[in-house]
């Protein structure tokens, strides 16, 4: 780590005609979410429809399995600016956010649509507290546990948040924004929900974790620093990895299958005792990150796994949301997702891997064909190789009666 932290602080860049610092990249409350880059985080913002509506970006991850966090922000006709999910409030990020603010506006409206995205949850406050005049909208199910405690104890500013209201026509930005709320699906300690929401006139559709896209190449975001790419094109701890575009690239089809899938079909896992007898084997040349631990061996082919979960970078459910959380209510997901086809979006922006994806309501719908038995939107299946490990944990969740247990295919 302290490797790491080095390569950062030696990166000299340039963004907006600054110089950028340490000190700017610094998020002081990476405690409350202890996960990789820990309390140095570099934020990317892009334009994603000019004047309309862009994304400021971040990276985040465990064992150097890293992807992109994203928020979304959006020019209101009215004035002032909607910020969709927001992420750690560095001074980077800030500034970059006011670049924004001068041009148009304040923030007027900020959007937490999950309940149970802790990742995304454990900024919102932070971020509020960066714009004092900001109302805070949270998607309506929200929920702690062990004790169900009110929304200001949960950092959220007082007397300026609130849940959204159920019928979108009742919100403050119903001129410009329709949302659609997936949920409450209940998981047995505390339920899944998210609020997607269409911006009508750029024609966006803004997604939290329901749909997605692995890009082909390694997002930018990942590259401002190489070091997570390069430990994971390794083969083995002592492999000594030269920073090409080549093995970025390698790096970057391993991590998108550790994502998805955390122990794909085409990986093998060392046992702690010979990893660790391997690192010490490779002295000086083993990686500093993780006491030189390279636990992992890839099979020969492992890179049809990749080429499998990005299809060309089509629209896709995580298998997660797959195999544990959707198929409890495949109804309700259905029905869900035909009201959000009703929408004439063109592009949908996500809060991780590719934004923005070209894509519309046909491409969304046939993201969850695979909840049916027989579909119109039917698309080919990730392996189900690959759900393994997936599969072993439902079966553990089931045995101890912490979830509910799936239906069948509609």
């Given at each position: 780590?302290?490797?790491?932290?080095?390569?950062?602080?030696?990166?000299?860049?340039?963004?907006?005609?600054?110089?950028?610092?340490?000190?700017d990249?610094?998020?002081?409350?990476?405690?409350?979410?202890?996960?990789?880059?820990?309390?140095?985080?570099?934020?990317?913002?892009?334009?994603?429809?000019?004047?309309?509506v862009?994304?400021?970006?971040?990276?985040?991850?465990?064992?150097?399995?890293?992807?992109?966090?994203?928020?979304?922000?959006?020019?209101?006709?009215?004035?002032?600016?909607?910020?969709?999910?927001?992420?750690?409030?560095?001074?980077?990020?800030?500034?970059?956010?006011?670049?924004?603010?001068?041009?148009?506006?304040?923030?007027?409206?900020?959007?937490?649509?999950?309940?149970?995205?802790?990742?995304?949850?454990?900024?919102?406050?932070?971020?509020?507290?960066?714009?004092?005049?900001?109302?805070?909208?949270?998607?309506?199910?929200?929920?702690?546990?062990?004790?169900?405690?009110?929304?200001?104890?949960?950092?959220?500013?007082?007397?300026?948040?609130?849940?959204?209201?159920?019928?979108?026509?009742?919100?403050?930005?119903a001129?410009?924004?329709?949302?659609?709320?997936?949920?409450?699906?209940?998981?047995?300690?505390?339920?899944?929900?998210?609020?997607?929401?269409?911006?009508?006139?750029?024609?966006?559709?803004?997604?939290t974790?329901?749909?997605?896209?692995?890009?082909?190449t390694?997002?930018?975001?990942?590259?401002?620093?190489?070091?997570?790419?390069?430990?994971?094109?390794?083969?083995?701890?002592?492999?000594?990895?030269?920073?090409?575009?080549?093995?970025?690239?390698?790096?970057?089809?391993?991590?998108?299958?550790?994502?998805?899938?955390?122990?794909?079909?085409?990986?093998?896992?060392?046992?702690?005792?010979?990893?660790?007898?391997?690192?010490?084997?490779?002295?000086?040349?083993?990686?500093?990150?993780?006491?030189?631990?390279?636990?992992?061996?890839?099979?020969?082919?492992?890179?049809?796994?990749?080429?499998?979960?990005?299809?060309?970078?089509?629209?896709?459910?995580?298998?997660?949301?797959?195999?544990?959380?959707l198929?409890?209510?495949?109804?309700?997901?259905?029905?869900?997702?035909?009201?959000?086809?009703?929408?004439?979006?063109?592009?949908?922006?996500?809060?991780?891997?590719?934004?923005?994806?070209?894509?519309g309501?046909?491409?969304?719908?046939?993201?969850?064909?695979?909840?049916?038995?027989?579909?119109?939107?039917?698309i080919?299946?990730?392996?189900?190789?690959?759900?393994?490990?997936?599969?072993?944990?439902?079966?553990?969740?089931?045995?101890?009666?912490?979830?509910?247990?799936?239906c069948?295919?509609?």
């Open positions: 780590m302290i490797a790491l932290y080095e390569n950062v602080w030696a990166t000299v860049v340039m963004q907006q005609g600054k110089q950028l610092g340490r000190s990249w610094a998020w002081n409350f990476w405690w409350t979410l202890p996960i990789y880059p820990f309390g140095q985080r570099r934020t990317l913002l892009r334009s994603i429809v000019p004047g309309e862009w994304v400021l970006e971040q990276l985040q991850g465990v064992f150097y399995v890293v992807t992109p966090i994203r928020m979304t922000v959006v020019r209101l006709e009215s004035g002032g600016l909607l910020v969709y999910a927001p992420i750690a409030p560095t001074r980077e990020c800030i500034a970059l956010m006011n670049e924004l603010v001068n041009e148009y506006g304040d923030v007027k409206h900020i959007i937490l649509p999950t309940v149970s995205g802790l990742e995304h949850k454990v900024f919102v406050g932070p971020f509020a507290q960066k714009f004092k005049t900001a109302q805070v909208y949270v998607s309506p199910s929200q929920w702690s546990y062990p004790v169900q405690l009110p929304l200001s104890w949960l950092g959220l500013p007082l007397g300026r948040s609130q849940k959204l209201p159920l019928n979108c026509s009742d919100s403050p930005f001129s410009e924004f329709d949302y659609a709320i997936l949920g409450p699906i209940s998981l047995g300690v505390g339920p899944f929900e998210e609020v997607v929401f269409f911006h009508k006139r750029s024609g966006t559709l803004l997604v974790d329901s749909v997605l896209s692995v890009p082909e390694p997002p930018e975001v990942l590259q401002i620093d190489p070091t997570a790419l390069l430990y994971h094109a390794k083969e083995n701890a002592a492999d000594t990895i030269v920073d090409t575009p080549e093995m970025r690239l390698k790096g970057w089809k391993r991590i998108a299958l550790f994502s998805f899938y955390f122990r794909p079909s085409a990986l093998d896992i060392i046992d702690l005792g010979p990893a660790w007898k391997e690192a010490r084997s490779a002295g000086d040349k083993a990686s500093k990150a993780y006491f030189g631990l390279y636990p992992f061996r890839w099979k020969p082919d492992w890179e049809k796994s990749f080429d499998l979960l990005s299809a060309g970078g089509r629209l896709f459910v995580a298998p997660i949301l797959q195999q544990l959380i198929n409890r209510d495949p109804k309700q997901v259905l029905a869900w997702a035909d009201r959000v086809m009703e929408w004439p979006f063109t592009r949908i922006v996500g809060c991780h891997l590719e934004a923005p994806i070209e894509a309501p046909k491409e969304f719908r046939s993201a969850f064909a695979f909840l049916e038995a027989q579909s119109e939107f039917a080919p299946e990730l392996p189900q190789d690959d759900f393994a490990l997936l599969r072993e944990i439902e079966a553990v969740l089931l045995e101890r009666g912490i979830t509910p247990p799936p069948d295919r509609i």
